[in-house]
């Protein structure tokens, strides 16, 4: 199963993703999570992509399709994946539709998960993250076990530095800018839907996996 989460930042992709993951057996491909792991390795293009990460703004095309591409020809994307902030742009997806023509392997499905932009500001002024691992929580919705500590391995939680509300407004500019165009684009291929993503994950899920029972006969299904 290939599938591609779009929508706004907030929007719960990366929740969703994260239950999918394990529904689907595929990994759960985040192209912040990666920027954020190369800037924490201390790799060449940490700094490179780090200031375009904390204004944010979206980092070039060529260098996340770069690594993306790299990252969707690792064994375990054998079966299938979860595209969760790529591709971002038209041409990030018409790189990510060639690569994938090339090797015979097209998207199966898109999942647009729409949220109005209240909601998006309160998610992502309460997310807390974990520096170690990426794991994410809400001080509201999604809180962990002990304040502020994060339950996979005890680090202290931190906002973004691009959850600081210049910063989403920055990120709302250039969602509307450069990744708006895609629901067109998706939708015209085919096998497309919209959910919406101002409720809570639990019905999103759940319309998720209807969805994708529905789609996938008994022969291939995800
Ligand atoms: P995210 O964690 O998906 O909200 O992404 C955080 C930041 O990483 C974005 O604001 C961009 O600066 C950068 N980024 C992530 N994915 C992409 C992409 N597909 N294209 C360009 N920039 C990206």
Redesign the pocket.
């Known amino acids: 199963m290939r599938l591609i989460l779009l929508g706004p930042?907030g929007a719960g992709?990366?929740t969703l993703a994260d239950r999918l993951t394990d529904r689907l057996s595929v990994p759960h491909l985040?192209?912040?999570?990666i920027?954020?792991a190369q800037i924490r390795q201390g790799s060449d293009l940490g700094p490179a992509?780090q200031k375009?990460?904390n204004s944010?703004?979206?980092?070039?095309?060529d260098l996340?399709v770069q690594v993306?591409i790299s990252r969707l020809t690792q064994p375990d994307c054998a079966a299938g994946f979860i595209l969760?902030?790529?591709?971002?742009?038209l041409p990030?997806a018409q790189a990510l539709n060639g690569r994938l023509a090339e090797v015979q392997a097209p998207i199966d499905m898109v999942i647009y998960l729409d949220a109005g932009e209240q909601v998006i500001i309160s998610r992502l002024a309460g997310r807390r993250v974990c520096p170690l691992c990426d794991a994410t929580y809400h001080l509201q919705t999604m809180p962990p076990a002990e304040s502020g500590k994060c339950d996979r391995d005890g680090a202290d939680l931190q906002a973004?530095p691009?959850d600081q509300p210049q910063v989403i407004r920055t990120?709302l500019q250039?969602y509307r800018r450069l990744t708006e165009p895609l629901l067109e684009y998706y939708a015209a291929a085919g096998r497309f839907v919209r959910l919406d993503g101002n409720k809570d994950i639990e019905w999103v899920y759940c319309q998720a996996q209807q969805v994708l029972t529905k789609t996938f006969s008994s022969t291939d299904e995800p």
């Open positions: 930042p992709k990366g985040a192209s912040g999570d920027l954020r992509v375009y990460m944010g703004q979206l980092v070039p095309d996340i993306m969760d902030g790529f591709p971002r742009t990030q973004r691009d990120r250039e």
